[in-house]
């Protein structure tokens, strides 16, 4: 894995420093964009005076089935780490199905079998067509699966999206969800809702951010403590009426019949978590799968086949049984830099913690070499992001500015979750606070980077605060009579910035013969930064010598 020096570029006499501004993407409209309604004077100057390019964060060029599918966090850093790109999680299952190769793997067979001595098969996941972290067609076809192989009895928890779909669209389906169940149902094969929730409230926690989550997730599933509904329709309406919160803060519930709950998990039950995506997936995989747990009290263990719709973490194992194998992410940026004896550090807040580390090491956990590796991770706090917009920026800007003036690292990168975690709370108000926090801090870093005689890109893994309402099919805001919008919480299909930015005369310029550059042409663009030459087999840097 040695890189070889560039001829055709010299070395940066600075650090090279990636700046990754979560959920920022540019849209075609003002409309309902935070980051062009924001106060951002030093964003807008970097923008104006440096070299720019946009980049594809979506479908394709992120390894998704097709363009119509949004980029994430997960698979923009893949990208960005990777300088490839690779087919991911949903491209992967939707093939595994369509194949039968699913079906034909030992996962599944001893899921199958382990119900088929009188325990029932639970399906746990994200219930909605977003395509981030789960797809309903995938349910339904495990579903239909099931059935034809003579599972009699199932039982499915649903986890409300309103996030990376609609923020209210819970009914638009569980209702058809239903009427599927009930043409699915026989006197044969006994399948129903028993249970469900936001995906914020319970569950689907990531980064050890906030147990609390996971520990009601497991009392409303395995359990089966909580308040209890007739359906998940009532569920729904109940707290929708009562509590004015979205989707995605709906409280946990249980469906009762008679006071008794329809599905808690037992022995002898075997369970399917059917995200592919691993970050909101790991904990309640621990919880499910470790016998020695500790981060809260889950009463006795129930004696269940448990599998992951993917592994989602490959250091670790976990879960050790899965029903689709994971993209398989080699020879990083990272990996290469530290078998080269480049010095790294990497740093964000706990949300997005992950995403700088094992996301963009190909879904690896733990460093290639702990002498030239730095990973620093602040705290989040543990509120609802619209209640503080600025997060943890500043504080990571404090530490950023710090190591940048060590003269300790070569290359830095950091992720700023603002864009993308207070874009995901709908807020429009609150996403163009987080704008102008960045912007104050990227006024700060800047100068101190290029102080050091380095170089700064900044950039993004995907849109999201760039188009808070909801469109139509032309692409306009979409207002009632009133003329009210209704919030956006998903990402965008919408480009993002790649800036360059460095001292006089720089030695380089932004190619213009790529098509459609995309998030995987910067990790070689990196490297000549760095005054190495990328892998043939990486994707063509965005710079030319000049």
């Given at each position: 894995?040695?890189?070889e020096?560039?001829?055709?570029?010299?070395?940066?006499?600075?650090?090279?420093?990636?700046i990754?501004?979560?959920?920022?993407?540019?849209?075609?409209?003002?409309?309902?964009?935070?980051?062009?309604?924001?106060?951002t004077p030093?964003l807008?100057?970097?923008?104006?005076?440096?070299?720019?390019?946009?980049l594809?964060a979506?479908?394709?060029?992120?390894?998704?089935p097709?363009?119509?599918d949004m980029?994430n966090?997960?698979?923009?850093?893949?990208?960005?780490?990777?300088?490839?790109?690779?087919?991911?999680?949903?491209?992967?299952?939707?093939?595994?199905?369509?194949?039968?190769?699913?079906?034909q793997?030992?996962?599944?067979?001893?899921?199958?079998?382990?119900?088929?001595?009188?325990?029932?098969?639970?399906?746990?996941?994200?219930f909605?067509?977003?395509?981030?972290?789960?797809?309903?067609?995938?349910?339904?076809a495990?579903?239909?699966?099931?059935?034809?192989?003579?599972?009699?009895?199932?039982?499915?928890?649903?986890?409300?999206?309103?996030?990376?779909?609609?923020?209210?669209?819970?009914?638009d389906?569980?209702?058809?969800f239903?009427?599927?169940?009930?043409?699915?149902?026989?006197?044969?094969?006994?399948?129903?809702?028993?249970?469900?929730?936001?995906?914020?409230?319970?569950?689907?926690?990531?980064?050890?951010?906030?147990w609390?989550?996971?520990?009601?997730g497991?009392?409303?599933?395995?359990l089966?403590l909580g308040r209890?509904?007739?359906?998940a329709?009532?569920?729904?309406?109940?707290?929708?009426?009562?509590?004015?919160v979205?989707?995605?803060?709906?409280?946990?519930?249980?469906?009762?019949?008679?006071?008794?709950?329809?599905?808690?998990?037992?022995?002898?039950?075997?369970?399917?978590?059917?995200?592919?995506?691993?970050?909101?997936a790991?904990?309640?995989?621990?919880?499910?799968?470790e016998?020695?747990?500790?981060?809260?009290?889950?009463?006795?263990?129930?004696k269940?086949?448990?599998?992951?719709?993917?592994?989602?973490?490959?250091?670790?194992?976990?879960?050790?049984?899965?029903?689709?194998e994971?993209?398989?992410?080699?020879?990083?940026?990272?990996?290469?830099?530290?078998k080269?004896?480049?010095?790294?550090?990497?740093?964000?807040?706990?949300?997005?913690f992950g995403?700088?580390t094992?996301?963009w090491?190909?879904?690896?956990?733990?460093k290639f070499?702990?002498?030239?590796?730095?990973?620093?991770e602040?705290?989040?706090?543990v509120v609802?992001?619209?209640?503080?917009?600025?997060?943890?920026?500043?504080?990571?800007t404090?530490?950023?500015?710090?190591?940048?003036?060590s003269?300790?690292?070569?290359?830095?990168?950091?992720?700023?979750?603002?864009?993308?975690?207070?874009?995901?709370?709908?807020n429009?108000?609150?996403?163009?606070?987080a704008?102008?926090?960045?912007?104050l801090?990227?006024?700060?870093?800047?100068?101190?980077?290029?102080?050091?005689n380095?170089t700064?890109?900044?950039?993004?893994?995907?849109?999201?605060?760039?188009e808070?309402?909801?469109?139509?099919?032309?692409?306009?805001?979409?207002r009632?009579?009133e003329?009210?919008?209704?919030?956006?919480?998903?990402?965008?299909?919408n480009?993002?910035?790649?800036?360059?930015?460095?001292?006089?005369?720089?030695?380089?310029?932004l190619?213009?013969d790529?098509a459609?550059?995309?998030?995987?042409?910067?990790?070689?663009?990196?490297?000549?930064?760095?005054?190495?030459?990328?892998?043939?087999?990486?994707d063509?840097?965005?710079?030319?010598?000049?």
């Open positions: 894995m040695k890189l020096k560039s001829s055709r570029f010299s070395a940066c006499p600075g650090p090279v420093v990636t990754v501004l979560d959920g920022v993407g540019i849209s075609p409209r003002e409309d309902g964009d935070a980051v062009k309604s924001a106060r030093t807008d100057r970097l923008m104006a005076n440096y070299p720019m390019t946009k594809l979506h479908g394709k060029a992120v390894g998704m097709s363009d119509e980029g966090s997960e698979v923009g850093h893949n990208a960005f780490g990777a300088g490839r790109v690779f087919a991911q999680g949903a491209k992967l299952v939707a093939e595994s199905i369509a194949s039968g190769h699913l079906w793997g030992h996962a599944w067979h001893e899921v199958v079998a382990t119900v088929k001595q009188g325990g029932t098969l639970h399906f746990l996941g994200l909605s067509d977003g395509n981030v972290h789960s797809h309903i067609d995938h349910l339904r495990m579903l239909e699966q099931a059935k034809q192989e003579g599972v009699a009895k199932v039982r499915i928890h649903i986890l409300l999206d309103g996030r990376d779909v609609g923020e209210t669209s819970a009914l389906y569980v209702d058809p239903e009427a599927y169940l009930d043409g699915l149902r026989s006197p044969e094969f006994d399948v129903a809702i028993a249970s469900g929730g936001g995906r914020m409230s319970i569950t689907m926690d990531r980064y050890e951010a906030d609390s989550m996971v520990k009601r497991w009392d409303i599933h395995v089966g209890q509904f007739a359906s329709h009532e569920a729904i309406e109940t707290y929708r009426d009562e509590l004015k979205i989707d995605q803060d709906l409280p946990g519930f249980v469906i009762a019949k008679d006071g008794k709950p329809l599905g808690t998990i037992v022995d002898g039950d075997a369970v399917v978590f059917f995200n592919f995506r691993g970050d909101r790991i904990e309640i995989s621990r919880a499910f799968t016998e020695q747990f500790s981060p809260f009290e889950r009463g006795p263990l129930p269940v086949t448990y599998a992951g719709m993917m592994q989602y973490d490959g250091d670790t194992k976990l879960p050790p049984r899965f029903l689709v994971p993209p398989t992410i080699n020879r990083t940026l990272g990996e290469y830099l530290a080269n004896g480049i010095s790294q550090y990497a740093i964000s807040e706990t949300q997005k995403h700088v094992y996301f090491n190909g879904n690896r956990s733990g070499d702990e002498s030239l590796e730095t990973y620093v602040i705290p989040s706090d609802p992001f619209e209640q503080r917009p600025w997060m943890k920026c500043a504080e990571i404090d530490t950023l500015i710090e190591a940048v003036r003269g300790q690292y070569r290359y830095l990168r950091v992720n700023y979750a603002n864009g993308d975690m207070v874009g995901h709370t709908g429009f108000e609150a996403a163009v606070t704008m102008q926090g960045l912007d801090q990227l006024a700060r870093l800047i100068p101190v980077i290029l102080e050091m380095g700064a890109i900044i950039t993004a893994d995907h849109g999201n605060a760039d808070m309402y909801e469109l139509d099919k032309k692409g306009n805001v979409i009632n009579g003329g009210r919008t209704k919030s956006k919480t998903s990402h965008t299909l480009p993002v910035p790649f800036v360059l930015i460095s001292g006089e005369n720089p030695g380089y310029k190619r213009s790529i459609a550059p995309g998030l995987s042409n910067s990790a070689a663009t990196i490297l000549n930064l760095l005054g190495f030459e990328a892998p043939e087999d990486y063509p840097s965005l710079i030319e010598a000049v």
